[in-house]
């Protein structure tokens, strides 16, 4: 079963930051926190993971609290092409462990 | 890179037939995934190789499913026969692992029609 908690669903005005929360109370200490997203009719695509320090990239930034229970995806500039389902994803990083996945976030970017 | 190759991109078929779906890993990844997609149940593992020995195969939904990785670029999952609720879009992903991190990467999927 997937060890996150997301919103169903989110909206967010064109050019505006898109702020996706997502919560993962029983995540272990050494469990990363991995964010994919899935446009319609593609494959999941990676876009960012951390493990407590905040992360940015090049598509979007990772902010995950000091106890770690929760964390925030943001895309600062959203378009329309960044809408897709938002999967939050709590995975340990040693070997090959698989990613699980929950319902993840429909966002819908309006004009 | 070519990133994950998947073929066929779409294949309808009749129920009883045999479908084997085909997946070239990211080339030098040594962790192979096979995924599920379905509107009622999600993104679902099937199973998973690591130096293309099968680690875990718990979620292959029944004895019709196999899959094979005969070598480190080339996996096939089959299924024999079909029916129409294997209906889906199967997705083979890839990683290297390693120390900092093994980002799984997608293919873009198979889209499966049984009638």
């Known amino acids: 079963d997937a060890k996150t908690t997301q919103p169903t669903s989110m909206d967010c005005a064109e050019g505006r930051a898109a702020n996706l929360p997502c919560n993962h109370s029983t995540i272990s200490g050494n469990e990363y926190v991995y964010w994919y997203r899935q446009i319609h009719s593609q494959g999941p695509q990676y876009i960012i993971h951390g493990l407590k320090n905040n992360e940015t990239n090049e598509m979007a930034s990772l902010i995950i609290t000091e106890d770690r229970k929760s964390s925030t995806l943001i895309l600062p500039h959203a378009t329309l092409r960044d809408t897709a389902v938002y999967y939050c994803i709590v995975r340990a990083p040693s070997g090959n462990t698989p990613l699980v996945f929950g319902k993840g976030t429909r966002l819908s970017v309006i004009a | 890179d070519a990133g994950v190759i998947q073929s066929p991109r779409h294949e309808v078929t009749e129920m009883g037939q045999e479908v084997t779906l085909r997946c070239k890993p990211i080339?030098?990844?040594?962790?192979l995934f096979w995924y599920r997609q379905t509107m009622m149940r999600g993104l679902e593992l099937l199973i998973y190789f690591n130096n293309n020995v099968p680690i875990d195969d718990s979620g292959m939904p029944e004895d019709r499913f196999s899959a094979k990785m005969p070598n480190a670029s080339f996996s096939t999952l089959k299924i024999q026969p079909s029916e129409p609720r294997d209906s889906a879009v199967y997705f083979c992903a890839s990683s290297l692992t390693g120390i900092s991190g093994n980002t799984i990467y997608f293919g873009e999927g198979s889209w499966l029609t049984v009638v």
């Open positions: 080339s030098g990844h040594n962790s």
